[in-house]
């Protein structure tokens, strides 16, 4: 990484404005350049990788500096993780710095505490200790710190995947098939691919592998009636549709009027015109009763504590807490029984979340089937199988960025039978 002063200050002056989070960390730093219009393509690029590199290995940081002021972790950062050495930040540090940063490159991250090296809270340890072993922590932690790569979903309305992957080949963009997912590109890198004539003529669209496989999981036909009652801006319901070759029916239902407000262009250039954004206003609206016991597939894409993203948004660390996760695990098991009133005898639903808590997933469908006997779980192997997706993870789908090189994902899927 060689960066410019102006853009180390400005790295700085980001992390202060960032790093105490009362926002997301995605929506602070579009503020934050809003409020910094002279910064160019190059010095944004720079200071939001330098901001998420801080956020991810923040633990550390915080260890290596005796005061964690935005200075501090910003050098602390670019030595221990950018790999930079200390003639090429002469410059801009004073003697104490260089001295100090001399001293920390020897500091071994491997010597430090377990909760250090996976740069997991102490609460999000105590959770993940019921479940996982210390080996199987630190993997995922270290999973969790690495970038994301950006994968796309080849919209099949309009394109096949071959063909995608050789325009994009030409176009100088390295790119191969996703392992798991059989409408897959990813890229390798991360360039502007909103500004791509595939994307902006609706033949790509970005979406992670673990979300795509979701879609699989649902498997909807052409001519259901198909609901994603949680659809937000659309990632998953864009690819129902076009699974769908557009026939039948898709409500794309969402508390808020934002979200479906993003999914509003991203509809036009799919080409697809069997998806209906519809805004409700609880799980329990008033307007879903006249389908009660009429749709073949529902997918119950739940508000969760998006712990499994922490690749892409490794601020939720901080920004969940165990409070917030009880109130999640309410509202997500409100959701999944309304959501399941809309199902017909013989109908699926999948029932999914980014998190990698069992109090959010497995817990919530166990209680859920207890509740409802009319419910039985299907197997998310054999149902991926028929799919030709040769993709193991027992009755759940439960995706790990450690084993998958995907976001951490969880899925059951529910058939109702009388
Ligand atoms: C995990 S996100 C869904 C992401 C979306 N499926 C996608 O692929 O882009 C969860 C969504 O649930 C919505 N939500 C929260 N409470 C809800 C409720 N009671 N009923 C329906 N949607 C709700 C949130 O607004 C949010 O968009």
Not at 115 to 134: G, N, R, V
Not at 397 to 408: E, K, M
């Amino acid at each position: 990484m060689r960066l410019t002063f102006t853009q180390l200050d400005m790295a700085i002056a980001a992390i202060r404005t960032i790093l105490p989070l009362e926002s997301p960390a995605d929506s602070l730093l579009r503020v934050f350049f809003r409020n910094h219009p002279m910064a160019g393509q190059n010095d944004r690029a720079a200071v939001a990788e330098i901001v998420y590199g801080i956020l991810r290995h923040r633990f550390f940081l915080e260890y290596l500096a005796e005061k964690a002021t935005p200075r501090a972790l910003l050098l602390a950062y670019l030595v221990k993780f950018e790999g930079l050495n200390l003639r090429e930040l002469t410059t801009f540090i004073s003697e104490s710095e260089a001295k100090w940063l001399a001293h920390i490159k020897a500091i071994n991250l491997g010597s430090q505490p377990l909760a250090i090296q996976a740069e997991f809270p102490d609460w999000l340890m105590e959770k993940l200790q019921k479940f996982l072993s210390d080996t199987e922590i630190l993997r995922l932690g270290q999973a969790l710190q690495q970038p994301a790569p950006l994968d796309l979903r080849v919209n099949t309305l309009l394109a096949k995947r071959h063909e995608v992957l050789t325009l994009l080949n030409q176009e100088g963009i390295k790119a191969h098939a996703t392992p798991y997912s059989p409408i897959g590109i990813r890229l390798s890198g991360k360039p502007a691919i909103n500004q791509d004539p595939l994307f902006l003529s609706g033949k790509i669209e970005v979406q992670d592998e673990s979300s795509q496989i979701l879609g699989y999981l649902l498997a909807p036909r052409r001519g259901e009636m198909v609901v994603d009652f949680c659809a937000g801006a659309g990632g998953k319901a864009l690819m129902l549709g076009a699974l769908m070759h557009s026939q039948g029916r898709i409500y794309a239902f969402d508390i808020s009027e934002k979200r479906l407000n993003n999914l509003k262009p991203r509809l036009k250039r799919s080409g697809l015109s069997n998806l209906h954004p519809q805004r409700i206003n609880n799980e329990n609206d008033i307007r879903l009763k006249r389908l009660y016991g009429k749709i073949d597939r529902v997918l119950v894409d739940v508000p969760c504590s998006g712990l499994g993203t922490l690749r892409r948004n490794p601020d939720l660390k901080w920004r969940q807490t165990p409070q917030s996760i009880g109130e999640l695990k309410r509202k997500q098991a409100a959701i999944l029984s309304s959501a399941a009133n809309l199902l017909k005898p013989g109908g699926r639903l999948v029932y999914a979340t980014c998190s990698l808590l069992p109090e959010e997933n497995q817990d919530i469908v166990k209680h859920f089937l207890s509740d409802n006997p009319h419910f039985a779980q299907l197997n998310c192997a054999s149902l991926l199988a028929q799919q030709k997706i040769p993709l193991d993870t027992g009755e759940y789908l439960q995706l790990s960025p450690a084993l998958h090189q995907t976001d951490g994902f969880f899925a059951a899927a529910l058939e109702r039978e009388n």
